[in-house]
C-alpha cells in the first residue's frame, strides 16, 4: 500500500510538472518574439485573453466530466498530445496571427490541467492548503525548468529549438501518464450525491470567492502579462534576463507555494489572500518609481501570487464536497482565468493608447480593490466540507 501511495504522488507530480512546462514558454518567450514580428499589444494580449475565455467555458466541464467518469487519465494524454503537436507546428508559422490560433487550440485541451490535477491533489488529503500548495509547487517547477532551458535557448540559438522544447514536455507527459496510470493517478469515487453547476454557482461564498479571485487576477495579469517586454524593449533588458526572471520567480513560487499551502491550514485562508492582494498594490506602487533593470526584475521575481492561487483553492476545496470538488476547481479556474484574460485585453488597449507604464497604474488600482472587496465580503467556511469527504476503501482508477 505504502508503495502504490508513494507511486501515485511520484506520477500526479512529475505529470503537473511537464504539464505547465509548455506554458511557461507561452508566457514568457511567446510575446517576445510576436513582438519582433511587428505584432500589436492588443495582438500579444490574445495569446492569454482566448485560451483564458476557452479555460472559463471549458474548465468546469472537464472538472464535471473528471466528476462523473473518472476518465481523468485519457483527458490528460489527449491534453498533451495536442499540446506537442501544437507546439510542433510553430516552427512552420511566420505570421503572429497564426500563433495565436494554434495556441488558442491547444487551450481547448489544457484547461483540463488545472480541475483534475487539484482535484487529485485534494483527493488524497483533508488538508487542502497543503495539498494545493504541493500541486502548484509542481505546476511551478514545469513553469522554470521551461523558461530557465528556454531562455539560453531563445537568447543564443533560433527560436525553434524553443519549440522543440515545449513539444518534448508534451510528448514526455503523455508517456508518463499512459506508463503510470494504474500506479499513480487514481481518484475516490465519492458516495455522496454531486451538486449541479448552478447549484454551486448560486452559494454566495462561491460567488464572492470567484469575483475577488477575477479582480486579483486582472491585477497581476494586465501588466505581469507584458513584463518581460517591458523588460526588454523599455528597460533594456537582455533575452537571457527575460528567462532568468521568468525561472526565478517561478521556482520561488515553488517554494512559496510549499510554505502558503500549510499557512492556509494555519491562520486561515481569508488572511492570506488579502496579504496577497495589498501584496500587488505594493509591488505595482514600487515598480512605477523604480526603473533600474535589476531592482525591476527582483521585484518581480517576489511570489506574490501563490498567496492568492494557493488560498483561493483551498477555499473552494472547503466550500464543496469531494463529489463536487472537480466542478468547483473547475468555476475557480474559471473565475481566474477570466480575470487573467481580461488583465492583458485591456492592458494591451491601455499599452497601445497610452504607454505600456500606464498599465502600472491600473493594475494598483485593481490590486487594492481586491484587497477591500475581500475584507469586506470573503469569509472562511467555519464548518469544514472533509468530514463529509466519504471515500471508499480501495478508490478506483482514473481510466
Known sequence: ??????????????????????SGIIWAFLPIQLRSLGASFSLISLVSFIPAVETIVLSPVWGGILDSTGRGARILVLSFLVQALGFSLFPFLRDPAQFVFVVALMGLFSSSFIPIFAALATESSTQYGRAIGAFWAAASLGYASATLVGGVLFQFLDPIYLYVLGALYGYSGILIVSFLTKQGLTIAKSVIHPEGYWSLLKQRDIGILCGVSILALVSSSSFNSFFTIYLVDS?????????????????????????????????????????????????????????????????????????????????????????????????????????????????????????????????????????????????????????????????????
Open 235 to 399: 528597460l533594456s533588458g537582455s533575452r537571457l534576463m527575460a528567462g532568468l526572471a521568468a525561472t526565478a520567480t517561478t521556482l520561488l513560487g515553488a517554494i512559496a507555494f510549499r510554505v502558503v499551502g500549510p499557512l492556509d491550514d494555519r491562520i486561515g485562508r481569508k488572511p492570506v489572500f488579502i496579504l496577497g492582494a495589498i501584496g500587488y498594490a505594493i509591488y505595482f506602487a514600487t515598480i512605477y518609481f523604480v526603473t533600474n533593470t535589476v531592482a525591476v526584475t527582483i521585484l518581480w521575481t517576489l511570489p506574490i501570487y501563490p498567496l492568492i492561487q494557493a488560498s483561493a483553492a483551498a477555499l473552494m476545496s472547503d466550500y464543496t464536497s469531494i463529489a463536487d470538488r472537480g466542478k468547483g476547481l473547475g468555476i475557480l479556474e474559471s473565475a481566474i482565468s477570466l480575470g487573467g484574460g481580461l488583465g492583458p485585453l485591456i492592458g494591451g488597449v491601455i499599452a497601445d493608447a497610452t504607454q505600456l507604464q500606464s498599465v502600472i497604474l491600473f493594475a494598483f488600482a485593481a490590486a487594492l480593490g481586491s484587497a477591500a472587496l475581500s475584507q469586506l465580503f470573503l469569509r472562511e467556511q467555519t464548518q469544514r466540507r472533509q468530514s463529509s469527504d466519504i471515500r471508499p476503501a480501495n478508490p478506483a482508477p482514473i481510466k
Open 1 to 22: 500500500m505504502g508503495r502504490v501511495v508513494t507511486d501515485q504522488r511520484i506520477a500526479v507530480k512529475l505529470s503537473t510538472t511537464l504539464a505547465f512546462g509548455p
